[in-house]
């Protein structure tokens, strides 16, 4: 390992591959560390027994067109969910889709009983108010999302029963107290994109975005323990390195200075089954279950999830009280009730740092990707909490020190 790179980005989540890989291609001298074994972060996957277990349920949008730019799509072979969601409603299924992109379940998305008329037609007025929406450019008062879909006109029973279930999967709160406009931000994606899984897993996402960079400037298992004030950081292992410039990414930024990120947490089963269940392109969502919040039938998208020739599904829980063994007999006796069969446990993951929480005002702050004189910060923290909000950081950040070396 060089001991004096020009620029020395530490932790491989996106923003800091992102950072590595537009340094590669602006030839500027850097190396970068990782604690872990693996690339991404808070986004990949764990291999195991034939199976792919996402290190908890996550997707791409597709309309993600910076972090696309990255990509090979070829390589990665995007999978689709169908749009919109399957929702446990008194105890039946009912689709709520997009018709335009999802002509198929017109006339179930019409006829469902959980929006009315009125909320259908919101619906299309919120897609198309948003079709080019961008959170730098939103000047109106930032209010909690639940907030907001009531000043729109929303009904109570589509808030709680689609609005409530299917954005806590994603922002993973219930209450809906994030931020309206990163609500704005994540309904206008989803609006234009799909939900996909990269055919192998998620863990195909950093692993591609790395695929151009040189090999001997990425270190794994390399634990940053101290950056002095004279910019000399010291690894867990005792080596002493001597960088110009320093990009601190994720949690690493805490080295320098105590940044109170607060995340949401998550916990996500994975279970094979034998029957695989009608409608299972969507993700299914469950208003009434009081732990269950969405389940996703991952074979059904990829399946490369399972090399078994089985069935593999995951169940997110964003909030119980009950210990990790009655959560999991409660989940295999709600899953077998619902869908019958047979289940088996397969991965149990709880997950403490999963997704940044951005309540209303979140986006007033100001970020500096500058901390000091060669000291960065980079994160989706500093942009918006999804993959593109630390895509754009790592590239931001990046062209922050071409400028600087010029």
């Avoid at 009315?116 to 450019?137: A, G, H, M, Q, V």
């Avoid at 702050?365 to 500058?370: A, E, G, L, Q, T």
């Avoid at 901390?371 to 909490?385: E, K, P, R």
Wanted: glycine content about 6%.
């Amino acid at each position: 390992m060089k001991i004096n790179p020009d620029v020395l980005i530490i932790g491989a989540g996106i923003s800091g591959i992102t950072c590595a890989a537009k340094c590669q291609e602006k030839n500027l001298d850097f190396i970068l560390i990782e604690k872990d074994k693996r690339p991404g972060g808070r986004l990949g996957s764990i291999y195991e027994y034939g199976y792919t277990f996402d290190i908890g349920f996550q997707v791409f949008n597709t309309s993600y067109n910076i972090t696309k730019s990255l990509l090979n799509l070829n390589q990665i072979k995007l999978q689709y969910f169908k749009p919109g969601a399957l929702i446990r409603n008194d105890n039946h299924f009912e689709i709520i889709s997009d018709p335009i992109r999802d002509i198929g379940q017109t006339f179930n998305t019409l006829f469902s009983s959980i929006p009315t008329l009125k909320d259908k037609l919101k619906i299309l007025k919120l897609k198309f108010s948003l079709l080019n929406y961008s959170i730098e450019k939103d000047q109106s008062e930032d209010t909690e999302t639940r907030i907001y879909l009531q000043k729109f006109g929303f009904s109570e029973n589509m808030i709680n029963s689609f609005f409530s279930p299917f954005f806590a999967g994603v922002f993973l709160e219930k209450k809906l107290n994030t931020s309206s406009k990163f609500f704005k931000y994540v309904f206008s994606k989803l609006s234009k994109g799909y939900a996909s899984l990269p055919l192998n897993g998620m863990q195909e996402i950093p692993n591609n975005i790395l695929r151009n960079i040189d090999k001997n400037k990425i270190f794994f298992d390399s634990d940053v323990e101290e950056v002095g004030t004279n910019k000399q950081v010291k690894l867990s292992s005792g080596q002493i390195l001597k960088p110009s410039r320093i990009i601190l990414t994720g949690a690493s930024q805490n080295l320098i200075n105590k940044v109170n990120v607060k995340k949401n947490s998550v916990k996500t089963l994975y279970f094979k089954t034998d029957s695989k269940p009608n409608y299972s392109k969507y993700i299914h969502i469950f208003p009434d279950e009081k732990y269950i919040n969405n389940i996703a039938f991952l074979t059904s998208i990829s399946d490369q999830y399972s090399v078994n020739n089985d069935i593999l599904l995951s169940v997110s829980i964003i909030k119980t009280d009950l210990s990790q063994t009655k959560l999991i007999s409660h989940v295999l006796d709600r899953l077998k009730n619902i869908y019958g069969g047979n289940f088996v446990l397969l991965k149990y993951f709880d997950i403490q740092q999963a997704t940044i929480y951005q309540p209303k005002n979140y986006f007033n702050k100001k970020s500096r990707h500058k901390l000091q004189d060669d000291i960065y910060f980079c994160g989706d923290n500093m942009v918006h909490g999804s993959i593109e909000g630390a895509v754009i950081s790592g590239i931001r950040v990046s062209d922050m020190l071409c400028e600087n070396f010029i």
